[in-house]
């Protein structure tokens, strides 16, 4: 349970920002960086789910989702993790 709240807040990490962004990807990139993700790894965290993810998963994580949906989402949110996370 930890393991996914940590994914979980990761991925919220991600998604929050500011510049250029509009609707979900705003609202994924705004929470990634209210959570202390710098600005490029929120880029690149929110346009990679947004990618991968269907619109309605993406929709939903942008509005904070439930554990279910997050959970259904993990493997996309690690591998986006692991793909923008600076070494």
């Known amino acids: 349970m930890r393991l996914t709240a940590g994914l979980v807040m990761a991925a919220a990490l991600v998604l929050a920002g500011c510049g250029g962004y509009a609707g979900d990807a705003k609202a994924v990139h705004d ?10 790894y929120c880029d690149c965290i929110t346009k990679t789910l947004e ?13 904070g989702g439930t554990e279910g949906a997050l959970n259904a ?7 986006a993790n692991k793909a923008c996370a600076k070494p």
């Open 31 to 40: 929470m990634c960086t209210a959570n202390g993700g710098k600005s490029d």
């Open 51 to 63: 990618a991968k993810l269907s619109k309605e998963a993406f929709a939903d994580i942008a509005k």
């Open 73 to 79: 989402n993990l493997d996309a949110i690690d591998e």
